[in-house]
């Protein structure tokens, strides 16, 4: 009798299934006793199968040892085929263990989409590909069953790019199941890389007949295929590789494994169940390449994403062992090359560079040696293989200095494969066959075995003849355009991408320039519709740079390309940006753009995203993760990222969001945030090499879920200094998080702003209690609250607390009454870090001021800057006011504007003298009902206190009477005026003399504003005056003025006159 169990229990996961036979004998009417199953989670499926003699006992327990010895030797022979990497070696021929250099790979599940036309290697680029609701798995996990299905999965594609893993994650997992250590419910794994299969001798085969080719070890293939209780796993390495089309819906159905048939056939009928109904099947492809299997017979699918940031890490660890962490510094400073180095085919090519580099120069110089390009990584590339081929064959020329000598001699191998390279890439042609190395002359034992791969063993009886690739799509597009580069500048052929007789004939006696080569190719990738020449555009404008040039001096027999080459070609490429292509291709200009480290991507970016191509399609998922890419790989400056440049809807925003960690200031203002979009948003705050200081999330709404994502990195994160969360309306809960990142002794942030958010009584104390134990704040506003004064109570007995450091406190728009002034007021004589406190638009009135004078009198206060704009001020209080000021030596900005102060209460005011200790500078008293009257007191003040260097009148009614009178304290002040401001106090061209005569006698002014007076064309002369005789003065604003047209015209060119001037009409 025999057993059979799927355990859930293993060694590797919770969930892994495992295999269990028991057999025993009993006796005819006895009771069999079954075997007892310990720390199993999870339902145990048992199979009992009896035998109705003893010969039969014998023949199933035969049977089932002779099986067990099959797959012994089988994973025997998988073992040794799979537990070395000979590809992505720094030196042709090299092994390395796959249990030694395996660096997991980030794989997600989702659902079979379909893929856009697009270059894969923008896909490469697209830094957060991951759709919302796909969940990570883990490459052992794959067959296994998730909790919303009832059995495993029959049928997985996994697809994946170009040297992005797919084959190395399926050697690992064999090497896993060979060792015992993964896929424990699977019986046999049979492995069929499909670039093999494109060149087995016979047109037909059955399914036996392909395991005995493959594993002749294997004898009875039939009989072992045919039981359902043997489960057997046939692996197809890259679809995207065969040379036959799947097609479902015409395809013959068969259901004998031992019927030949066509390969397609065979698949066909494999996938869909045919034959081998109870067998599963791993296919793993490109994109492209995997649209060709119906959603409809996929179980799952599952797609390799490369690395991520940490596995590029420790990628860079396990290869570059003793420097991984000098050549980590200089990789990070590349964003480009960090981001490319997703697809670990790149992370070797830039690993062997640089590690090349590390040999040949000193810590300083590796800094300036280090490719800032993709073009450049794949130039020093070729260099690197060129000497490690020298090395190989003794020569022992490896000098920088001898490099030139070196290109020249290789230079007909190198054209020779350049050429294979360019004309099999515009057939789309990646797989070479002998005769194609021959037809071009192209020998692999004299340079190309760092570039190119051999598919098929040598040893290997299975097959007649061999095939070759180069290692990784993008370096066979390199070579392509290095074959162009060198054509045009040997002057053989000045233009291989040349079309038509006219065109080759026009060629030969007027030889184009580089740019118009670049040209060609530009105007023919922009309009494929595969995008198969975008990474071939790429290296040829990267060839045309003067880095590349000099790399490569030694190849080029003439006088390379000028600058104005790769000049010219941004210039074409800018006005391609305006013409209607495909986005796809409209972003591989931008790239292109980074290879020719044009400075301005990012507001070329913007403006196709306004007005441009990208303003007029619908932008689709990917290309948003492809715009991230070109900003985080641009020249241009990364100060700010505003989200309103980029018309995102608020479900794509989070393919963006990966770029926050570049930029110094990132706006997010009024969007709606998902749960998905903030946690990208915290993952790039969490990186190490975040750049990130100031966050603003001014009228967005998200969830609690992602309030404790957001907090949890502020309270680590110490590069973010300022967080903006107004209009966010947080609740209690929120608030809570938010008080305990205050109270956190990591926490850095200085600057919070939660203006306008209703914050309650509850909240403010909550909120208190963070700001009581928080060292680090400098600044908090929480104006538009409609704060009463119970709640600023709470915050001020926080501010009082010895650790509370804050500065600058912002409660204008309020409700505060004069009852809550003597809690401020107790604020202003404890805390001393305190320098600005602005209660604008609050309820203050005579009483409340008054209270808070007696707290500017004392001499612990430390207030530098005081509004008390708009607070139902009178008079009545500006005595008291004055006697404050006069007393406090801190106070250098008082705003009491928008009260009615009126002239009693300015000739209060101006009681101040030099014989008291004020140092005044800023003085604004704006909308006070104030005339001519209070001129006189106002000229006295401005002579006897000299500190005052702004004063700000404006929508008084001082009329040109009232001016005269400041004049005459103008010219008679030991110190000028720094900034003015008269706006809209009805004055004319008759004061206009006076005011410019004495404003010019210091010739300090640097700000004047005299909008929305009369002045007229007579005072034109005046002005232009001022302009050349105050040789500070930034800003005039003269608009709303009763000048003629010809008049501004005259006012506009003053503009010209002098640099950094504005003139606002």
Not at 20 to 25: C, E, L, N, W
Not at 98 to 123: A, K, Y
Not at 841 to 858: D, E, F, P, Q, R
Not at 1050 to 1063: D, I, P, T
């Amino acid at each position: 009798m025999e057993h059979e169990s799927h355990n859930p229990s293993s060694p590797l996961h919770s969930e892994s299934q495992a295999l269990i036979r028991f057999q025993q004998t009993v006796q005819t009417g006895s009771s069999a006793v079954c075997p007892t199953f310990q720390n199993i989670k999870g339902p145990v499926n048992v199979t009992v199968q009896t035998a109705s003699s003893h010969s039969e006992s014998q023949r199933m327990l035969r049977d089932i040892v002779d099986i067990a010895g099959v797959i012994d030797k089988h994973k025997k022979v998988l073992r040794e085929k799979v537990q070395y990497i000979t590809e992505y070696t720094s030196k042709p021929g090299a092994k390395i263990l796959i249990t030694e250099n395996f660096t997991n790979l980030w794989i997600t599940e989702g659902d079979c989409n379909s893929i856009p036309q697009r270059h894969e290697v923008m896909d490469i680029e697209a830094m957060s590909k991951q759709k919302p609701g796909a969940r990570s798995i883990d490459y052992r996990e794959i067959f296994l069953c998730s909790q919303h299905e009832s059995r495993p999965p029959r049928i997985i594609l996994t697809k994946g790019l170009a040297g992005i893993g797919k084959t190395i994650c399926v050697h690992k997992f064999v090497y896993d199941w060979s060792s015992g250590s993964a896929a424990l419910d699977f019986d046999f794994l049979l492995m069929f890389p499909i670039r093999e299969l494109n060149l087995l001798p016979e047109s037909k085969l059955s399914i036996c007949q392909l395991v005995q080719r493959y594993y002749p070890h294997i004898e009875d293939t039939a009989a072992l295929l045919k039981d359902p209780d043997i489960k057997c796993l046939f692996i197809f390495d890259g679809l995207d590789e065969s040379r036959l089309c799947l097609d479902f819906k015409k395809s013959p159905e068969y259901a004998d494994i031992e019927y030949a048939m066509k390969l397609h056939v065979l698949l066909v009928n494999l996938i869909k169940g045919n034959v081998l109904s109870h067998a599963s099947v791993w296919i793993t492809a490109r994109p492209a390449a995997a649209r060709q299997i119906p959603a409809a017979y996929i179980d799952r699918l599952t797609e390799i994403q490369g690395f991520r940031d940490e596995d590029k890490v420790e990628y860079f660890h396990k290869k570059c062992k003793g420097k991984a962490d000098m050549i980590l510094s200089n990789v990070m400073r590349q964003p480009s090359l960090f981001a490319m180095c997703y697809v670990p085919a790149f992370c070797w090519i830039l690993a062997t560079v640089l590690q090349h580099g590390m040999k040949s120069y000193s810590e300083t110089e590796i800094q300036q040696y280090t490719p800032r390009t993709i073009t450049e990584v794949y130039s020093n590339f070729l260099l690197v293989m060129i000497m490690y081929h020298q090395d190989k064959q003794s020569h022992g020329v490896t000098e920088r200095e001898k490099i030139i000598d070196l290109l020249q001699a290789k230079r007909p191998v190198i054209l020779s494969l350049g050429r294979l390279a360019f004309h099999c890439l515009k057939v789309q042609k990646l797989v070479f066959c002998q005769k194609d190395l021959e037809s071009f002359r192209v020998d692999l034992s004299l340079l190309c075995d760092g570039f190119c791969k051999e598919i098929l063993l040598q040893d290997e009886p299975v097959f007649q003849h061999k095939a070759y690739a180069f290692i990784h799509l993008t370096m066979q597009e390199y070579f392509a355009a290095l074959y162009v580069f060198l054509q045009h500048h040997m002057g053989q052929h000045p233009n291989p991408l040349a079309k038509g007789l006219m065109t080759k004939v026009r060629g030969l006696f007027s030889r184009p320039s580089f740019s118009d080569v670049c040209r060609s190719a530009c105007k023919k990738a922009a309009g494929s519709q595969s995008g198969h020449l975008d990474m071939f555009l790429r290296f040829l404008c990267g060839l045309s740079t003067e880095k590349s040039l000099r790399l490569l001096q030694g190849l080029s027999s003439r006088e390379a390309s000028s600058a104005e080459d790769a000049i010219r070609t941004a210039a074409y490429i800018k006005r391609t940006l305006h013409r209607d292509i495909a986005p796809e291709r409209c972003l591989n200009l931008f790239y292109c753009l980074n290879e020719l480290n044009d400075g301005c991507i990012a507001d070329k970016l913007k403006e196709s995203l306004r007005e441009g191509v990208l303003s007029t399609r619908d932008l689709e998922s990917d290309d948003y993760s492809a715009i991230a890419f070109v900003l985080q790989t641009s020249n241009s400056d990364m100060q700010e990222f505003n989200i309103a440049d980029y018309n995102v809807s608020s479900e794509l925003l989070w393919k963006l969001l990966p770029v926050a960690k570049l930029f110094r200031t990132v706006n997010l203002e009024n969007t709606e945030i998902s749960d998905v979009a903030m946690k990208q948003l915290c993952v790039a705050m969490k990186n190490s090499y975040c750049r990130l200081q100031s966050l603003s999330l001014s009228g967005t709404y998200f969830t609690q879920r992602s309030w404790e994502e957001l907090t949890t990195v502020i309270k680590k994160k110490q590069t973010i200094l300022t967080l903006d969360l107004s209009y966010t309306f947080p609740d209690y809960s929120a608030i809570s998080l938010l008080a305990a990142v205050l109270k956190d002794s990591e926490c850095r942030l200085q600057t919070l702003k939660l203006i306008s958010n209703d914050l309650n009584f509850h909240c403010c104390e909550e909120l208190a209690s963070g700001l009581s134990k928080n060292q680090s704040l400098v600044e908090l506003n929480l104006s538009h609250n409609q704060l009463k004064d119970l709640e600023v109570t709470a915050l001020c007995n926080a501010l009082k607390e010895p650790e509370c450091k804050l500065q600058i406190l912002h409660l204008h728009h309020n409700q505060i009454s004069s009852n809550c002034c003597q809690a401020l007021g107790s604020v202003l004589t404890q805390n001393q870090a305190l320098t600005q406190l602005n209660l604008t638009h609050n309820k203050l009135g005579n009483a409340g001021v008054k209270i808070l004078c007696s707290a500017l009198k004392n001499k612990v206060c430390k207030l530098q800057k005081l509004s008390l704009k708009h607070n139902n001020l009178t008079s009545n209080c500006c005595e008291e006011l004055a006697f404050a000021v006069k007393e406090n030596s801190e106070l250098l900005d008082l705003d009491i504007s928008a009260n009615k102060i009126t002239d009693i209460g300015v000739r209060f005011l101006c009681q101040i003298s030099t014989n008291h200790g004020s140092k005044m500078q800023c003085l604004r008293i704006s909308l006070s009902d104030l005339s001519a009257n209070s001129c006189q007191a106002l000229a006295t003040f401005l002579v006897e206190l000299r500190t005052i260097k702004e004063l700000h009148l404006d929508f008084n009614i001082l009329g040109d009477l009232g001016v005269k009178y400041l004049c005459g304290a103008f010219k008679m002040r030991d110190t000028g005026i720094e900034a003015l401001s008269l706006k809209r106090n009805y004055l004319t061209d008759e004061c206009c003399g006076d005011l410019i005569s004495a404003l010019c006698v210091k010739n300090t002014l640097k700000f004047l504003d005299l909008s929305f007076n009369g002045f007229t064309d007579i005072s034109l002369e005046l002005f232009q005056h001022l302009v050349q005789k105050c040789a500070d003065l930034e800003e005039i604003v003269l608009q709303a003025n009763c000048f003629s047209l010809q008049g501004c015209n005259k006012l506009a060119k003053l503009m010209n006159s002098r640099q950094k001037l504005q003139v606002v009409l």
